[in-house]
């Protein structure tokens, strides 16, 4: 961006970003998600992809059912698809992010655990 906008502007928006970086609620809950899902993924091995979510490209793949019972989330209420279920058969579904109670991860945090989310989701489930 320095390069692109020279001084002082460039500089103005490296300040203005480290400012924003510095000032806003910190948090390691990314890192321990992380971690979570990587120990989660070394004791499990490999796992084979639901094939809901496969890309039927060919007809015998659509005949194997790849793809088959897939939810657009973008097509469900909310953009949300409620109910689904992203992991392999092999694992149980988990939840390996936990948001914290600061900044704009509360405000996530009370969306993501609203009741009005859950009821759907036991209602949804295909």
Same mark, same amino acid.
């Given at each position: 961006m320095?390069?692109r906008?020279?001084?002082?502007?460039?500089?103005?928006a490296? &300040?203005?970003?480290?400012?924003?970086?510095?000032?806003?609620?910190?948090?390691?809950?990314?890192?321990?998600a992380?971690k979570?899902?990587?120990?989660?993924?070394?004791s499990?091995?490999s796992?084979?992809?639901?094939?809901h979510?496969?890309?039927?490209?060919?007809r015998?793949m659509?005949?194997?059912?790849?793809?088959?019972?897939?939810?657009?989330?973008?097509d469900e209420p909310?953009?949300?698809?409620?109910?689904?279920d992203y992991f392999?058969d092999e694992?149980s579904?988990q939840r390996?992010y936990?948001?914290?109670?600061?900044?704009?991860?509360a405000?996530f &945090?009370?969306?993501?655990?609203?009741?009005?989310?859950?009821?759907?989701?036991k209602?949804?489930?295909?």
């Open positions: 320095q390069e906008l020279g001084s002082p502007e460039g500089e103005l490296i &300040a203005q970003a480290l400012v924003y970086m510095a000032c806003a609620a910190k948090s390691n809950a990314v890192y321990v992380m979570r899902a990587m120990s989660e993924a070394r499990s091995g796992a084979e992809v639901p094939l979510l496969r890309n039927g490209a060919t015998l659509e005949a194997e059912g790849f793809g088959e019972g897939y939810r657009y989330a973008h909310d953009a949300f698809a409620a109910g689904e392999p694992l579904p390996f936990e948001p914290t109670d600061r900044g704009w991860r405000a &945090a009370k969306s993501w655990s609203d009741s009005s989310l859950n009821a759907q989701a209602t949804n489930k295909t």
